[in-house]
């Protein structure tokens, strides 16, 4: 069982800037493949960012590429989410997850462990 905690959350203003921490516990996340989600009000959960075990392989959804970056801390036990040039359509609760799988996967249902989520919102 792994138990992931988000926190990094706010308001911010377009343009800003936040970093997302993942903690994790229970067990090392070296074992997993890890990942960001979002949801916006009123849609369905969207893939943001995964990252590989040794961090060699990243990706990212189309509206996120460039401006996020997924970055992980074995020792630490931490996943992190660099989010740059915030636009107000970045609102969102943030989800951290683990998939104990071999493949980076961008859809829901690949991940085994999720967190409680942070709230990003962006404001114009």
């Known amino acids: 069982q792994v138990l992931l905690v988000e926190s990094g959350g706010g308001l911010v203003q377009a343009g800003a800037s936040l970093r997302l921490s993942c903690a994790a516990s229970g067990r090392t996340l070296s074992s997993y493949i890890l990942g960001w989600f979002r949801r916006a009000p009123g849609k369905e959960r969207e893939f943001v960012a995964a990252i590989s075990r040794n961090s060699g392989s990243t990706e990212y959804g189309d509206s996120v590429a460039g401006r996020f970056t997924i970055s992980r801390d074995n020792a630490k036990n931490t996943v992190y989410l660099q989010m740059n040039s915030l636009k107000p359509e970045d609102t969102a609760v943030y989800y951290c997850?683990?998939?104990?799988?071999?493949?980076?996967?961008?859809?829901?249902?690949?991940?085994?462990?999720w967190g409680q989520g942070t709230q990003v919102t962006v404001s114009s």
């Open positions: 997850a683990a998939d104990q799988g071999f493949s980076i996967l961008t859809v829901t249902y690949g991940y085994d462990y």
